[in-house]
């Protein structure tokens, strides 16, 4: 157990290293942090706090750095959050304030206006959707040979993609492969309707419309994709940034993780709580050795729950990064839910 002398000058170590981005000397202590300890004394704590495990001595300098074991303890013991600065606040409540006509555009905007508010890498996930009833299946045609797919659920959620048609296949099959996506699936939950995809249509494709089957396999795996949560990323290049001289070979590897939606799902698991922290090999993963994540979930009554991250140097200023997150959760749950309300006008 730390004493409360310990206590302090840990707390003063990582508050004036965030904020510097440089190591601590007993000196730094004393000018900038006005603890009332000879200098000394503060050594002395110093030392003891870098045998326990709290703080670590750098290579090229006299001065002591955070251990992930340090910053551990002050997220789970000594961290109070700050109050969100006016002009970020007016910034969020802003960008959430124009129109979006589809849930997409609030997710992708989310992630992009959190990495600038924060000049970090963040990451947004919408409310899940596996449990939305497919409402909607049209097929529009645009030209001769190529047509538009047009997806609706019951929650709002709105998919199109264009499609090439093959020149194989005769136009009865494709009007039946229409009727039989619209019996078969229009009606069911996207859980229901992926079973189907997977099980009854391939079937009944080959059965009824056969010269359909290769446009019916693109649209089943449209269905599947559309169904699925898509997680988007905000500032990848703000890395580059924070990476502390991590090298070329290492950079390429997280950011080609950063456009893996396996492995951002992977990374992004649900907070126990409402915020969660994890710290440096507490990601379980070596590439993020040197890295911080702060996930927040944000609950949108009746639609399910979505997720907001942000990555970071495990020497960002928590305090001020995980009060940011609080408030933008909040103001992106809002916005989701007017989303949702406006669809059902």
């Known amino acids: 157990m730390l004493t409360e002398r310990q206590i302090l000058i840990l707390k003063s170590i990582i508050f004036l290293y965030t904020n510097y981005g440089t190591p601590i000397g007993s000196k730094t202590l004393m000018n900038e942090a006005g603890l009332s300890y000879s200098s000394a004394t503060i050594r002395n704590e110093m030392v003891r706090?870098?045998?326990l495990g709290f703080i670590e001595k750098t290579h090229s300098s006299s001065g002591r750095i955070p251990s992930i074991k340090g910053y551990r303890f002050y997220v789970d013991h000594l961290l109070h959050p700050i109050e969100v600065q006016q002009k970020d606040l007016?910034?969020?409540?802003?960008?959430?304030?124009?129109?979006?006509?589809?849930?997409?555009?609030?997710?992708?905007?989310?992630?992009?206006?959190?990495?600038?508010?924060?000049?970090?890498?963040?990451?947004?996930?919408?409310?899940?959707?596996?449990?939305?009833?497919?409402?909607?299946?049209r097929l529009v045609p645009l030209t001769e040979n190529k047509v538009m797919v047009i997806l609706v659920t019951d929650k709002g959620h709105v998919e199109n993609q264009m499609f090439s048609l093959p020149k194989t296949i005769q136009p009865k099959d494709l009007e039946k492969m229409v009727t039989i996506f619209n019996e078969r699936l229009v009606g069911h939950t996207l859980i229901e309707v992926f079973k189907k995809l997977e099980t009854?249509?391939?079937?009944?494709?080959?059965?009824?419309?056969?010269?359909?089957?290769?446009?019916?396999?693109?649209?089943?795996?449209?269905?599947?994709?559309?169904?699925?949560?898509?997680?988007?990323?905000?500032?990848?290049?703000n890395m580059l940034d924070?990476?502390?001289g991590?090298?070329?070979?290492?950079?390429k590897l997280i950011y080609s993780l950063m456009e893996?939606?396996?492995?951002?799902?992977?990374?992004?698991?649900?907070?126990?709580?409402?915020?969660?922290?994890?710290?440096?090999?507490?990601?379980?993963d070596e590439r993020f050795e040197g890295f911080s994540l702060i996930t927040a979930s944000y609950n949108?009554?009746?639609?399910?729950?979505?997720?907001?991250?942000?990555?970071?140097?495990?020497?960002?200023?928590?305090?001020?990064?995980i009060s940011l997150v609080d408030v933008f959760r909040n103001e992106l749950s809002k916005k989701v839910i007017d989303y949702y309300h406006s669809m059902e006008d």
């Open 49 to 51: 706090l870098e045998v």
């Open 260 to 284: 893996d939606q396996h492995d951002l799902a992977h990374l992004l698991t649900p907070p126990q709580s409402g915020i969660e922290v994890k710290i440096g090999q507490e990601l379980d």
């Open 246 to 251: 991590m090298n070329v070979e290492k950079f």
């Open 90 to 137: 007016i910034t969020i409540k802003k960008s959430f304030s124009n129109e979006y006509h589809q849930l997409d555009e609030i997710v992708i905007q989310s992630a992009e206006l959190l990495s600038q508010l924060t000049s970090y890498t963040a990451i947004s996930l919408g409310p899940e959707l596996k449990d939305s009833r497919l409402t909607g299946f």
């Open 300 to 321: 949108v009554v009746g639609y399910g729950t979505g997720m907001i991250a942000l990555l970071g140097p495990t020497s960002m200023p928590y305090s001020k990064m």
């Open 200 to 237: 009854e249509i391939p079937a009944l494709i080959n059965k009824y419309a056969k010269s359909a089957v290769g446009i019916s396999s693109a649209l089943d795996t449209f269905i599947l994709q559309a169904g699925r949560d898509q997680i988007h990323v905000g500032g990848r290049m």
């Open 242 to 244: 924070y990476s502390n």
